[in-house]
């Protein structure tokens, strides 16, 4: 019985394991699939709970930062995939 218990608690926890766009290897309790849909649901409710901002002076400085932001990220982890700019 005590092989049996071991054997399953090994499966659960190598089928748990995920290889993240970096190359590191991560215990996935959540598939990415229901992290993408969460951070979908939170990102909707973060926008209508907080207004848009519309300024075309606040917009650029967001904007430069992102893009230095994903420069860095693409030049530190060349393989994993980027947000279109």
């Known amino acids: 019985m005590k092989p049996l218990i071991l054997g399953l608690a090994a499966l659960v ?3 748990g394991c995920q290889e993240s766009p970096t190359g590191r290897n ?3 309790l ?8 969460m951070g979908q649901d939170s990102f909707e409710q973060m926008k ?3 207004t848009v901002i519309t300024r ?11 893009e230095a932001l994903v420069s860095a990220a693409q030049a530190r982890y060349p393989s994993a995939p980027m947000p279109d700019s």
């Open 48 to 50: 209508q709970q907080n």
């Open 13 to 15: 926890f190598l089928t």
């Open 30 to 37: 959540v598939p990415d699939t229901v992290l993408a849909d």
């Open 26 to 28: 991560r215990l996935a």
């Open 56 to 66: 075309p002076d606040i917009n650029r400085l967001v904007q430069c930062i992102t």
